[in-house]
């Protein structure tokens, strides 16, 4: 499904399409580029994207952004994913950088924003603790004034690809007398500084991708606070309005339907019984994933007559969570017995896998993609903010 | 319906608990997946000390005259722990084979190092291509002066690597998808020109592709009447699927009360967990599956010791109920317990993962189900 695009934003989608055919670095075309790539592997077409201007599409021009429509932000988001490349770091690109470009000072842009763009530092998300998931607002590191600095203590969890970051963006309670939203602060910290420690958390599938990073006695200086004290719950807010956007992930469920289809062809033949099954399932989530991405389209639409889209977000990542955690499911069935086995990590060649190759990350991919309907708010507190905010209950 | 255990019975279960609860808690396990062979010989010692794999055998055959039931008490417990050792596999599979299809020189040579605890096994049944069907069967047995000669894949075997013993379906005749023509060898895992490609599975096992190439074995390791294999492997995977149900049901129990537990004191947004109404829904569902699948998984177990297994549509019927229930529990329990259900070093993600791996073996819901739809049909 297409948008009715001009004949210039056609010609622009186009170009897209031929950019990535043309530099989308071989070395990153892996079996699973989320786990088997290196920190300098993964961020080889970041800096291809930098040196074309187009690595922060949401960015207004001004800070380095290439000046795009809505529409032609869609267009590019639909043609990098729908071509598998890996997104550059939501971390740096979609969520600190817009919170440092709004509500940051003149000084920490120039500082922080050209790093982002341009690949140098790597950033890291220092939301989640434990014992405070998806309720934000119960945060419970402190940092407390001392001169110039703030001395932090707290247990950031659940922090994805902290093991390579520079920085790390961090709510911290800086008034604990005060209600729990209006207490908290919207702090930068550098990785290396004393204090901070990085433990890794190995998930179900094997994989080394979240952490657990501990802040004892972190000084950080004054100059590192976004905005105002005790009003980074606007700021968090405001990041996680982008965080919710891309979760549809039509791209990605339409390029995982594809190889579900062939492998379904490969490995059930026309006589099983549960050829046909199997059919039937992936039509009906392709239906699925059709009915998502006309929503998304409408929306795009909506959004480029200026529009507020209001919470679609949360509509989109409780469908777009649901469609992939049932792609990888139907993908690891189709593997039969084969779905027993599973890439030891870290990987590597000389590890045995049984079956075909396009089976061996099906189990990986099956047991890593249970996050999807608990990260980024769980799935229930994205209906509890469409019941709320949509439906006025 | 509702089995009432005998004094044996019940003393044959506080004696797995015991034992479970004294050697085999979850930080054990952790260790013992964690070791280069992947399993535990001292446990599998202390197993067959307590009289655990020789529980079901019939008292002639050197067993202690449990049946069905016996089993499924045992493995209810071993669900609860995730215990890897390979009961299923040498008690459950190849001890089956053994008792019901191996002649008294088979028993007698096989089942008292079996019970004891000396020999494990590891049956290879399914091949590339053949999904779940025990009838599509390419490897080949060729009549060789006074014995057969073995030429083919087997793919998925579970325990391989841990094996003294393998039982391998071959050709004997007919082609590939046949009923008839399907024989069981007892084969040697070190034979020679035997060849094994081993990996761990998603729920910390090892398996093994197992390739034979001009493997000889002796008249004397034919199992069972040639050419009849596949009638023995379908009454096998009736009594495996009844062992692996007990084994879902003992998952979902834990699964269950730890996410019943967690649920009144994990707090979010002032209130704890279990006080969401949509959160508690969710949990009685998953009380109901649990319910549900205890209820059939007895049924299944009365059912196969009064009828014997083989041809049973009811086997089918709660591979895929109990299935479906565990896959459902397992999912919840991996939501509800947030972040935490997808950490390694959680118990949670690892009974997933145990359960995603019984789905799978000897065929998946969807399969049974429509096993089950067909049988109807035919009948």
Not at chain 1, 347 to 363: L, Q
Request: with cysteine; hydrophobic share 40%.
């Amino acid at each position: 499904m297409e948008l009715a695009l001009s004949p210039e934003d056609a010609a622009f989608r186009d170009d897209v399409r031929a950019f990535i055919a043309e530099n989308y670095p071989p070395e990153m075309r892996v079996p699973n580029p989320e786990t088997d790539l290196t920190k300098e592997q993964m961020l080889l077409w970041h800096r291809v994207l930098y040196q074309k201007g187009w690595i922060a599409p949401l960015w207004p021009k001004e800070h380095g952004g290439p000046g795009w429509s809505i529409t032609r932000r869609f267009i590019f988001e639909q043609e990098t994913s729908r071509a598998g490349t890996l997104p550059p770091l939501a971390f740096s690109v979609t969520m600190v950088g817009p919170v440092i470009y709004t509500f940051g000072n003149a000084e920490q842009k120039q500082k922080f924003l050209p790093r982002i763009l341009s690949g140098e530092d790597w950033w890291c998300q220092g939301y989640s603790e434990p014992g405070s998931g998806s309720d934000l607002a119960s945060v419970r590191t402190k940092a407390v004034r001392d001169g110039d600095y703030y001395i932090v203590n707290g247990h950031k969890t659940w922090t994805t690809l902290a093991q390579h970051a520079d920085w790390i963006f961090c709510l911290v309670r800086t008034d604990a007398s005060a209600k729990p939203q209006s207490g908290i602060s919207f702090l930068l910290i550098d990785m290396k500084s004393p204090g901070v420690t990085v433990r890794p958390i190995i998930t179900i599938d094997g994989s080394h991708e979240v952490n657990d990073v501990f802040l004892e006695d972190v000084r950080v200086p004054v100059a590192n606070l976004i905005g105002e004290e005790n009003k980074g719950w606007t700021y968090a807010k405001f990041l996680l309005g982008n965080e919710r956007t891309s979760m549809a992930g039509i791209g990605r469920s339409t390029r995982y339907l594809a190889r579900l289809k062939q492998i379904v062809k490969a490995e059930i033949p026309e006589g099983d019984p549960s050829h046909i099954e199997f059919i039937r399932d992936i039509a009906r989530i392709e239906l699925d994933v059709l009915a998502l991405e006309a929503t998304e389209l409408r929306v795009v639409a909506q959004m480029a007559r200026g529009i507020d889209p209001g919470p679609a977000a949360s509509l989109f990542k409780i469908r777009g969570t649901e469609i992939f955690q049932n792609i990888t499911e139907l993908t690891h069935r189709a593997m039969g017995n084969y779905g027993l086995a599973i890439r030891e990590h870290p990987v590597s060649a000389n590890r045995f896998m049984p079956g075909p190759d396009y089976g061996h990350t099906a189990s990986e991919k099956y047991l890593n993609s249970r996050k999807l309907s608990i990260y980024g708010g769980s799935n229930e507190i994205q209906r509890n903010i469409i019941a709320k905010a949509v439906l006025g209950l | 319906m509702d089995i009432q255990f005998t004094e044996e019975q019940e003393l044959l279960r506080s004696s797995v608990q015991r034992l479970l609860r004294d050697q085999y808690d979850f930080d054990a396990r952790r260790k013992i997946v964690a070791t280069e062979e992947g399993f535990s010989r001292k446990h599998w010692t202390s197993f067959a000390e307590l009289g655990l794999l020789a529980a079901p055998f019939s008292e002639d055959a050197g067993g202690l005259g449990g049946g069905l039931l016996s089993t499924m008490i045992v493995m209810q417990e071993f669900g609860r722990h995730l215990v890897v050792e390979p009961f299923m596999e040498t008690v459950v599979l190849a001890g089956g084979l053994i008792e019901n299809e191996g002649s008294p020189a088979q028993k007698g040579a096989f089942i008292p190092d079996l019970v004891s605890g000396k020999s494990i096994w590891a049956l290879g049944w399914s091949e590339k291509g053949a999904r779940y069907d025990v009838a599509d069967v390419t490897t080949s047995a060729r009549r060789e002066g006074g014995g057969y000669v073995l030429n083919g894949e087997k793919t998925a075997v579970i325990g391989a690597p841990w094996a003294e013993f393998l039982i391998v379906s071959a050709r004997t005749s007919g082609s590939r998808n046949d009923r008839e023509g399907v024989s069981l060898f007892v084969v040697d895992r070190h034979a020679a020109n035997l060849h094994l490609q081993s990996y761990k599975t998603i729920d910390g096992r090892r398996a093994a592709e197992v390739s034979l190439r001009d493997v000889h074995v002796g008249a004397d390791r034919l199992l069972g009447r040639e050419g009849e294999g596949v009638a023995a492997l379908e009454a096998c995977r009736d009594g495996a699927i009844a062992a692996l149900c007990a084994e879902a049901v003992g998952a979902m129990a834990e699964l269950n009360a730890a996410t019943l537990e967690y649920s009144k004191t994990r707090k979010q947004f002032g209130a704890t967990l279990g006080s969401f109404q949509v959160l508690q829904h969710r949990m009685v569902d998953m009380f109901i599956a649990h319910q549900e699948a205890i209820s059939l998984m007895q049924h299944l177990n009365l059912s196969l010791a009064a009828n014997g297994p083989g041809g049973s549509r009811l086997a089918s019927g709660a591979k895929s109920k109990i299935g479906y229930a565990a896959r459902f529990v397992a999912d919840q329990a991996v939501q509800l317990h947030g972040g935490m259900g997808m950490s390694d070093e959680l118990n949670i993600g690892h009974y997933f993962k145990r359960i995603s791996a019984i789905n799978i073996q000897f065929g998946d819901p969807a399969f049974h189900v429509l096993r089950y739809a067909q049988m109807d049909a035919a009948a």
